[in-house]
C-alpha cells in the first residue's frame, strides 16, 4: 500500500486551501452579482446607492462562513477580508467595502512597520487589535466612513490619501481579526 509522505500531505493540504479559497470567491461573485464603479467580480453593494468614488478604487469583501454561536462568540476560522488587489499607487485611494456575510463586520487601514506580516498583530483582551496609527475606517452602513458596522448585504467606504507603504487592512470586530479578516496592500 502506498503512503503519502507528511510534507506530500501538507502541500495537498495547502493546494486544496487555496482552491477552495478561489472557489469561494468565484461562487460569491457569481451568486451576488457583479456591478458598481470597478467591480471586477466582486459583488454588488446591496441596497445601497453608491456615489462616484474618487481616487482609485480598492474594492474589499468581507465574509463570514460560521454565524454566530450561542453567548455571542464567532465560530470556527471561517472569516476572510479580501482586496481586489495587493498593490496600488500612492495618492488618493477609495476603499469601497461589502458586507456579503450574515453578520456585520467593517474595515479599517493600518500601518504594516518592518518585516510584520499580516495577521500577527497582538489581540488584546476585548478580542481586538490596537487601531493606533489607523489611517481610516470603513463602518458606516451605506456611507462614508466611521460607523457601527458594515450590515449585511450593504456597503460602506472610506477615501484616503495613501503615502507609500505597506498596510494591512483589518476587521477589527471582537474576534473577526483572530479569525482571519485580514489582508495586505502595497502601496508604491
Given amino acids: 500500500m502506498n503512503r503519502i509522505s507528511g510534507r506530500a500531505q501538507i502541500l495537498l493540504g495547502i493546494v486544496a486551501t487555496l482552491l477552495l479559497t478561489g472557489l469561494s470567491l468565484a461562487a460569491v461573485a457569481l451568486f451576488h452579482g457583479a456591478s458598481g ?22 474594492n474589499v469583501a468581507t465574509m463570514d462562513m460560521a454565524g ?14 479580501a482586496a481586489d488587489r495587493a498593490t496600488v499607487a500612492h495618492g488618493e485611494v477609495t476603499f469601497l467595502v461589502t458586507n456579503v456575510g450574515q453578520i456585520s463586520h467593517e474595515m479599517v487601514i493600518l500601518p504594516l512597520s518592518g518585516t510584520r ?7 488584546g483582551g476585548d478580542g481586538q ?14 456611507a462614508e466612513g466611521e460607523g ?3 450590515l449585511p448585504r450593504t456597503a460602506a467606504w472610506v477615501t484616503v490619501n495613501l503615502p507609500a507603504g505597506r498596510y494591512e487592512l483589518v476587521c477589527n470586530l471582537p474576534g473577526h481579526y483572530q479569525a482571519g479578516m485580514y489582508t495586505q496592500l502595497t502601496v508604491t
Avoid: H, K, Y
Fill in 148 to 150: 457601527q458596522g458594515i
Fill in 129 to 142: 487589535v490596537d487601531e493606533a496609527g489607523s489611517l481610516g475606517e470603513a463602518s458606516a452602513t451605506c
Fill in 117 to 123: 506580516a499580516a495577521g500577527t498583530r497582538p489581540i
Fill in 37 to 58: 464603479p470597478g467591480w471586477r467580480g466582486f459583488p454588488a453593494a446591496g441596497g445601497c446607492s453608491i456615489p462616484n468614488l474618487p481616487g482609485t478604487v480598492v
Fill in 68 to 81: 454566530r454561536m450561542m453567548g455571542g462568540g464567532i465560530m470556527g476560522g471561517g472569516m476572510r477580508l
